[in-house]
């Protein structure tokens, strides 16, 4: 039996009020989160394939590394 591979994608957000720009978004998910010159996090809109587990893994450390608890991952649906 063939694993199907995961379908849909995710974005990670991040709430504006709650960040303070620290940065750790940026240095646990550098491939999803490029940061500005004062540390406040730039996160690409497009969505990243759930397959792709590193970049997901990423994230959830990216969320999980958050001091001020401002990110979360968005699921999107599958774009057919």
Request: proline share 10%.
């Amino acid at each position: 039996m063939a694993i199907k591979p995961k379908a849909g994608g995710f974005v990670l957000r991040v709430d504006p009020i709650l960040c303070d720009g620290f940065g750790h978004c940026h240095e646990l998910a550098p491939e999803l989160v490029q940061i500005d010159e004062w540390g406040y996090p730039i996160i690409k809109g497009t969505p990243t394939p759930l397959s792709d587990a590193d970049a997901l893994e990423s994230a959830r450390f990216a969320v999980r590394g958050c001091p001020r608890q401002a990110l979360r991952i968005e699921r999107t649906p599958t774009s057919n």
